[in-house]
């Protein structure tokens, strides 16, 4: 492994540079980078500050400034200094205006303003929070999206990824020996996914979600090969019954199921229109 500094300066938070900062250096094998964040820079003195930052751990930057005073100091610092200065979101968003046939605000940080879309998420998050593992049937149909599937499918998280979408989004998990609840049978307006896994990988997050709450894995049925496999067996054959989407979220980052999911949902919208 190589060391490498990577400098991420932004006028805002800083979610969407380390977003594609991430995105990228997963490319590069053998590549560990130090990263130095530099969030929140709106100054001429704070951009000093980042300016000497750099000039101690020399590095490469990648910016997102709206600001052109505060980006031409960037710039010029980091020519001067003969390092790399990337900006990340110019090429999209002068597109994106040649486009529109309209200028940029140059205001930073709008996509963090308090709108009505960022009221939306934090209702889908509680939604999701309240509505975890079977928490409260009776308004499923409140749900834009229900999550079904055995224990350990990943159902909750990839719950709260969609509620960060503004994605109403509940689970019910599918138990051996107890009975669907009819709330989630007779509901007619969410989109209901099955998710499922590998039994063999079932048996091994089991194994180790029951070592960290020191549990011991050897006298249950949780965690039998067999009766997993039956298990699986049923939920997929119960989903497939009801004519759910199936989702195999063996391989699957959360990211990845929850765009499959998105999928499934705007086609699902498209049928109800």
């Given at each position: 492994m190589t060391s490498h500094h990577l400098h991420l300066v932004s006028d805002a938070t800083g979610e969407t540079i380390n977003s594609v900062a991430r995105a990228c250096l997963v490319q590069f094998e053998g590549v560990e980078p130090i990263e130095h964040v530099w969030s929140l820079v709106r100054t001429r003195g704070q951009m000093e500050k980042v300016i000497r930052g750099i000039e101690a751990s020399p590095g490469a930057v990648l910016y997102t400034m709206v600001n052109h005073k505060l980006r031409n100091d960037l710039i010029e610092g980091c020519r001067r200094l003969g390092l790399p200065c990337i900006p990340v979101l110019d090429p999209v968003m002068h597109s994106l205006a040649n486009y529109f046939g309209v200028e940029m605000s140059?205001?930073?940080?709008?996509?963090h303003a308090l709108d009505a879309e960022y009221f939306n998420r934090?209702?889908?998050?509680?939604?999701?929070?309240?509505?975890?593992?079977?928490?409260?049937?009776?308004?499923?149909?409140?749900?834009?999206?229900?999550?079904?599937?055995?224990s350990r499918t990943s159902k909750t998280p990839t719950c709260l990824y969609?509620?960060?979408?503004?994605?109403?989004?509940?689970?019910?998990?599918?138990?051996?020996?107890?009975?669907?609840?009819?709330?989630?049978?007779?509901?007619?307006?969410?989109l209901v996914v099955g998710l499922t896994k590998d039994p063999e990988s079932l048996?091994?997050?089991?194994?180790?979600?029951?070592?960290?709450?020191?549990?011991?894995?050897?006298?249950?049925?949780?965690?039998?090969?067999?009766s997993v496999r039956e298990e699986v067996a049923m939920a997929r054959k119960f989903c497939t019954q009801q004519g759910w989407p199936l989702i195999d979220v063996t391989r699957r980052s959360i990211e990845e199921t929850a765009a499959t999911i998105m999928n499934h949902y705007s086609r699902y919208q498209d049928l109800a229109t």
């Open positions: 140059g205001q930073p940080g709008l996509q934090m209702e889908a998050m509680n939604f999701a929070l309240a509505h975890d593992d079977g928490q409260l049937f009776s308004d499923l149909e409140a749900a834009d999206i229900v999550l079904v599937g055995v969609l509620a960060n979408r503004g994605i109403k989004a509940a689970n019910v998990p599918v138990v051996p020996g107890c009975p669907i609840p009819t709330e989630l049978l007779q509901a007619k307006k969410p048996v091994q997050i089991r194994k180790n979600r029951l070592r960290m709450i020191s549990e011991a894995d050897d006298q249950t049925d949780y965690v039998d090969l067999e």
